[in-house]
């Protein structure tokens, strides 16, 4: 087992937040788990956040362009640079983070402050999962490849902004939220307002499920001095969310109406769109495991609208 300076033995503790009988706790070697946990590999759902702008952009452009599905071989890359890209961007914020999360329980058992993985190991593994990054990215054409360099600036700043400012859910959503770019660019070589709208959708739901993620470590952040929007509604949480999922909604309907997307695509907006409303319905800012698991909801909803948009695209063009 991987030792940190000064602590001695550390001891194989998963965290709190990652699923029961995940596939890291069950069946990696024991020297993986820390550096597997630090990738988040044990808790897929960022990837999966990270992921599903892309194919949501990468079936917004098949419908614009008339082709009769999203591009499989971008569908895969894209998941491959999520699942990369996320691991790095968690080891990142892991490594700037380390000193505050000794101080938050759901946060303290993560491997750097349980000692775990060290400070320069960890910094070795992020660059490592670049690496896997940027061959992905160096697969698509030029414009593609130099939008996704742009979004490395948000990716950078995104964990000092829980210092500085009380809406740290606006910057990871500005990061989080590039993949609404990165399908039209791949497909067309350029960018249209259809895909800024997009974009703006992507960000405004990442605030939202965000802001409901934020919710389990409200009050220890209180103590430690680490800004949310969950801190900022506080008790309005609920209506907060709300606000912003009904924007996320009109972003996309006006994305759709460039794209030209048909019946279908906008049933799966619908669709969409009552998972959201389920989900601020049941928002309890006292509730910690009803937060997480809403939050955790919010792969399906992804899901449920990227099927309404591939299926539109399949329909036009059949």
Known sequence: MTQGAG???????????????????RLAPAAWRPFLRLA????PIGWWLLLLPCWWSAALAAIAAGAPWPNPAHLVLFLIGAI?????????????DRDLDAQVERTRNRPIPAGQVTPRQAAVFVVAQCLVGLAVLLSFNPFAIATGFASMIFVAIYPFMKRITSW??????????WG??????ALFGSLAWPAFALYAAAILWTMGYDTIYAIQDARDDAVVGIRSTARLFGARARDAVGLLYLATLVALA???????AGVIAHLGLMAFGTHLLWQVRRIDPNDKNGALRLFRSNRDAGLILFVGLALDAIARAA
């Open 7 to 25: 602590s001695g033995a550390a001891r194989d503790v998963p965290v709190p937040d990652a699923p029961a009988g995940n596939i890291v706790d």
């Open 40 to 43: 988040r590999i044990d808790r």
């Open 84 to 96: 990369a890209m996320r691991g790095a961007g968690s080891t990142y914020n892991d490594l700037v």
């Open 168 to 177: 740290p859910q606006a910057v990871l959503g500005l990061a989080f939220a």
């Open 180 to 185: 609404a770019l990165m399908g039209w660019a």
């Open 254 to 260: 006006l994305a759709l109406r460039g794209a030209g």
